[in-house]
């Protein structure tokens, strides 16, 4: 076994250099259209936010078909996570972490409803039904009107009242 094990080491040494295998030759390689279609992460500073727009209004109507069967009415109330009406900040005993008590950027409540929403049907949403379930969500926060229109450019510039409760690895990438 000694003498194989040898034979093999010094095969492999002497072996000519070459290229690394293909790989396990799954699935097919992307268009680049088709790895530009995944690519849907918006970020705190509202890079990759998409066309589109929307308001509270318009948002209720995608809200109540959409999300309010787990959510519940108005953002709460539902098997699933409070969307709003947090009334306990982050230090208390028992805090709310909603919409409006918890998250950083309102770029990136668009961006995870996008990505996420309806549980049973994520990235089923379009872009204006997106920034329309934004902003009634914002509005149901206190955070912006009803008529408000969020689209790439407003969106962006929403300042949410716990955009100073993250610390930041990288704080010189920290949006302003």
């Not at 010094?10 to 279609?37: D, F, K, W, Y």
């Not at 998250?103 to 920034?131: H, K």
Request: charged share 20%; aromatic share 6%; net charge negative.
């Amino acid at each position: 076994m000694r003498d194989l094990t040898l034979t093999l080491l010094l095969a492999v040494a002497n072996a000519p250099a070459h290229a690394a295998p293909e790989g396990p030759r799954l699935g097919q390689p992307l268009e680049a259209a088709a790895i530009s279609a995944l690519d849907i992460t918006v970020f705190p500073d509202g890079t990759g936010l998409p066309p589109g727009q929307g308001t509270a209004v318009e948002g209720k109507a995608v809200y109540d078909a959409k999300c309010a069967a787990c959510h519940g009415p108005n953002g709460s109330g539902g098997s699933a996570e409070e969307l709003a009406g947090g009334r306990n900040p982050l230090t208390s005993a028992e805090p709310d972490k909603t919409i409006g008590t918890y998250w950083p950027y309102a770029s990136t409540v668009f961006d995870f409803i996008r990505r996420a929403m309806p549980l049973d049907a994520p990235r089923s949403l379009g872009n204006d039904e997106v920034y329309a379930v934004t902003a009634y969500l914002l509005h149901a926060n206190g955070i912006i009107g009803e008529h408000d229109r969020l689209d790439a450019a407003t969106l962006p510039k929403i300042r949410m009242p716990n955009a100073a409760g993250f610390v930041w690895v990288y704080p010189e990438r920290q949006p302003r």
